[in-house]
């Protein structure tokens, strides 16, 4: 039943995309991912991209050993909130437990400081600005998943680069400091 399930939703999503593809002009169709975590990004990373203001959505993300169930939301156009439910079976729960399983309830915001081709300084050409975004994950659960980041995003045609800088659990090595470090300790 489960494999039935993922090959419609492959076959439908084949259809989906079929019918975007014969366009000419690389602006009539421009798709945010979603990530695994729940927001805008590309599956682990966040991307300084947003989607259409006042959008919602539910997901679920099965990467093993965690499952994620989570609720994103476009208030503004500058502001994504997510709220997740992390299930992971790497660890128990409590260790006397007979649970095999541990939960995390996260918490994730996302701001856009600037928005790509609009220019709020006067000396700035408008088509250099990228699209500029900070955030937090995780801020309002365990801390299991507690991210700081800052990312921009820009648009050369039909390529979409993302460049940024995460604390927390985006980062590989520990030799530069968190400069958003003092939030955790509130």
Request: aromatic share 14%; glycine share 10%.
């Amino acid at each position: 039943m489960v494999r039935l399930f993922v090959l419609c939703c492959i076959f439908s999503s084949t259809l989906v995309f079929a019918n975007n593809s014969d366009s000419t002009d690389s602006n009539d169709f421009v798709q945010a991912s979603h990530s695994s975590r729940g927001g805008i990004g590309l599956i682990n990373t966040p991307t300084a991209r947003f989607s259409d203001d006042g959008e919602f959505g539910l997901g679920l993300s099965v990467e093993a050993p965690y499952n994620r169930m989570f609720a994103k939301m476009q208030f503004f156009p500058w502001l994504e909130a997510v709220l997740k439910y992390t299930k992971g079976y790497n660890q128990p729960y409590i260790e006397w437990s007979e649970s095999e399983a541990w939960t995390d309830k996260g918490m994730d915001i996302k701001f856009r400081v600037l928005e790509e081709g609009k220019s709020h300084f006067g000396w700035l050409p408008e088509k250099i600005i990228p699209n500029l975004a900070i955030g937090l994950q995780d801020f309002g659960g365990t801390g299991a998943y507690a991210t700081e980041f800052i990312v921009a995003s820009k648009r050369f045609n039909n390529i979409d680069l993302t460049l940024g800088m995460g604390w927390g659990t985006l980062a590989g090595v520990d030799h530069i400091s968190n400069p958003l470090g003092w939030f955790n300790n509130l």
